[in-house]
């Protein structure tokens, strides 16, 4: 199935019994008209390309530091193998091959080694999307163009550009706990008030300025227990296109999320494919982050009551990348 499929709610999965039935709303602003109003370009100067991970500063960086306490690690990240939720229709798992096993190697000292190789895209698994990912209109992220990005990779806003890493203080919303379900159903769309009345339920934990947000739908939860990669790839619960002003008045620095592509699918009406992607990215210069496993790290904080905690979420080098595999790590 492709992704054109699964944002119009073909394929595998759809109408299976799941949690929540999605409320589909009102039309929403045309996706084109809303990024020139949350656009920011030339904010950070003309030559920038690394956009809302500006408002990481170092000032913000040292803070975040405060916030472990306990020594309490957890990994975000999803094992790079081949039982992950890809179906092979758009990406494949990660393929694993040893080149080295030990086995027969001549060395007279009694030296044996193991070697071997790791073929995936680059967006198989946790990920964060490049600014470079997504573009419209013939420009990528603070007015580059789209034409930067060739058979050879990015030459313009890569993921390379955001190798000093992505840490700082971060905060989860579970919008699944919120709402009293284990995941939310495929084309819910989660709205400004979601975010807000997760964060009352939660305390009250703020989200502001050089921020980075993880969103909790569940949807890894539902691969886990159910194993079926069509049925995660068929539409998902996420983001709703208000979402955007939010993270925008909120200065946050990137968002991350436990589904495929961060932004609800199908799309709500009046959207289109990937409006939300077009916004973030290509607008805003928001660094996305998809198909993080969230489920210890919130229960962690279901039970401690501490939903912000500090998050370091390096990109791989990869020179002209427009995505990279990544292994967060929550740190309380």
Known sequence: MSAAEAADGAGPGRGAPDRAEPDRGEPIEDFRTLGAKLRNWGRWGADDERGTTNLITPERLIAAGRLIRQGKIFDLGIPLDGNGPQTGAFRINPVHLMSATGAEQPFPSGFRYADDYLFLPLQAG????????????????NGFPAGAVTVAGAGRCSIDGQAAGIAGRAVLLDIAALHGVEWLAAGTAITPDDLDAARRRQGGVAVGPGDILLVRTGWRRKFLQERDPAAFMAGEPGLGQACCAWLRERDVAAVGCDNWALEVLPFEPGGVFMGIHMVLIRDMGMTLGEMLDLEALAADCEADGVWEFFLSAPPLKVTGGVGSPVNPLAIK
Do not use: I, K, T
């Open 126 to 141: 946790s990920q964060w999307d490049a600014l470079a990912h997504v573009f419209y209109d013939d420009q990528l992220y």
